[in-house]
Structures are given as C-alpha cells and as structure tokens.
C-alpha cells in the first residue's frame, strides 16, 4: 500500500550527500532549505503520481522525479524528466 502524502511528509528525510546529487541532477544552485522545500511541495502537489518498484517510491511531477526508498523514506535522488 502506498503511504498517504502526509506521511511522506512526516517521514522523508535526507542525507548530507543527497543535497549535493540532487543539485548535480537538476542542475541548479539552491540552498538545503530550498531542496527540501521543493521536495515537500512535490510531495504536497495533488498532480504528483506516486509509484512503488521494488524498494523505491517515485514521485512524478511535471519535470521532476523524486526516488525515495521505501524502508526509510530517505531522499535517493531527484532526476529532471
């Protein structure tokens, strides 16, 4: 069962070096604060499909992907669609 857009919330957390990947990724220069606000308005976002494969969860979003394991709903990455 896919976890509600509130526990995403609750739960997403981060790694020091995800904040590095995410910027190489979507090639763009922002803040950590930026980054986990852009994640939580993907999360919030009516329009984002959630999917689970395998270990993951990936939030689609317009030009966005966010990959989020789904054992400890870690931040693996975000890719630009």
Same mark, same amino acid.
């Given at each position: 069962?896919?976890?509600? /857009?509130? &526990?995403?919330l609750?739960?997403?957390c @981060?790694?020091? #070096?995800?904040?590095? /990947?995410?910027?190489?990724? #979507?090639?763009?220069?922002? *803040?950590?604060?930026?980054?986990?606000?852009?994640?939580?308005?993907?999360?919030?976002?009516? &329009?984002?499909?959630?999917? !689970? &494969?395998?270990?993951?969860? @990936?939030?689609?979003?317009?030009?966005?992907? #966010?990959? $989020?394991? *789904?054992?400890?709903? /870690? #931040? $693996?990455?975000?890719? /630009? !669609?």
């Open positions: 069962m896919i976890p509600t /857009r509130e &526990e995403f609750e739960k997403v @981060y790694t020091p #070096l995800v904040f590095g /990947r995410v910027t190489k990724k #979507l090639v763009v220069n922002m *803040s950590i604060a930026d980054i986990k606000n852009l994640v939580n308005k993907i999360i919030i976002d009516p &329009e984002t499909t959630i999917i !689970k &494969e395998g270990k993951n969860y @990936y939030l689609q979003n317009k030009d966005i992907e #966010l990959v $989020i394991n *789904s054992y400890n709903f /870690r #931040l $693996i990455t975000a890719n /630009r !669609k």
